[in-house]
């Protein structure tokens, strides 16, 4: 139940169901009539919405211990994580928790992963490499750097004009004033010249520097996305139980043999694979093959 469960989850977030980490009603009553159509129980949507919770908090739990942990890699065969005695040792004493995950499987984890690391990666107010790089490209403003404005221009004021002695004013002559305000205008310009020119000098540098960070950061991106995508070519394809039912029309299979190839098929993975790696004219041959043929069957399972 929770392969076809999950199996749903995927397909409801892929068709956009899917709203601030909360499913939606419409995709919860497709789930609800998935599920009974599949495996024939009664499902309400509270009996959904209580095993999802039950896998989030399994996932959360191994997420937040392997999340970013060096040495470690992912085995989608056995459902374990694998590392070095040596590195399991000096992890498990430095978190005691992840010792049961030495043996213990993760079952779902790839597809949970789809689901709900991304929401693991935000609740711990951390953005990923790639999120903050499109944060950064998207953003259209050269001096937006993870989320902070630079400081507004720094504008020079000059002092009043009129020096204070002993808290009182000075007062100058009209003949001293004119020679001030003389004094004043040519100083006046002279220091907005330096003011702006030094502004201009420190505006260039900082744009310098934001364009070699931007750049190396669409770097990161594009090897990133690069690695995405090698690691999706990398996994194995996963046909959905409608699929598989459209294929045994398509392909003409009787009314009355169809329902038993189906369960037959969906019972196990292997089967399913191999079913699909046929060509598409020798399938129904090889579905038959494979069901009233056991010797050959069994090493499917």
Not at 70 to 99: D, I, L, M, Q
Not at 198 to 205: F, T
Not at 218 to 225: P, S
């Amino acid at each position: 139940m929770d392969d076809a469960f999950i199996n749903a989850l995927v397909r409801q977030q892929r068709l956009g169901n899917r709203v601030d980490r909360v499913f939606t009603t419409a995709a919860y009553d497709n789930m609800v009539r998935e599920l009974r159509e599949n495996i024939g129980m009664p499902f309400e949507k509270d009996h959904l919405k209580n095993r999802l919770k039950t896998l989030k908090n399994n996932f959360k739990e191994c997420f937040d211990i392997f999340n970013g942990a060096n040495g470690f890699v992912w085995s989608p065969e056995n459902k374990v994580w694998v590392a070095k005695p040596e590195t399991w040792k000096a992890f498990v004493k430095a978190k005691p928790n992840a010792k049961k995950w030495m043996t213990t499987p993760i079952a779902h984890y790839d597809e949970l992963s789809l689901l709900f690391a991304k929401d693991r990666t935000k609740s711990n107010g951390a953005n990923t490499t790639k999120e903050k790089a499109d944060q950064w490209v998207g953003s259209g403003s050269p001096y937006l750097l993870d989320g902070f404005n630079l400081p507004n221009e720094v504008t020079l004021n000059l002092e009043d004009s009129n020096e204070m002695n002993g808290g009182t004013s000075q007062l100058a002559t009209p003949v001293e004033a004119n020679s001030q305000a003389d004094s004043q205008g040519c100083s006046h310009s002279a220091t907005s010249l330096k003011g702006k020119k030094r502004k201009a000098s420190s505006v260039d540098a900082v744009e310098r520097e934001l364009r070699g960070i931007k750049d190396a950061i669409k770097e990161v991106a594009r090897a990133i996305r690069e690695g995405n995508l090698i690691a999706e070519r990398g996994r194995p394809r996963v046909y959905s139980e409608q699929e598989v039912f459209s294929e045994l029309v398509k392909i003409g299979v009787e009314t009355h043999l169809r329902y038993k190839a189906y369960t037959f098929l969906v019972a196990n993975s292997g089967r399913v694979r191999a079913f699909f790696g046929c060509p598409p004219g020798e399938r129904r041959e090889f579905l038959l093959h494979m069901m009233y043929s056991p010797d050959d069957s069994s090493t499917l399972d």
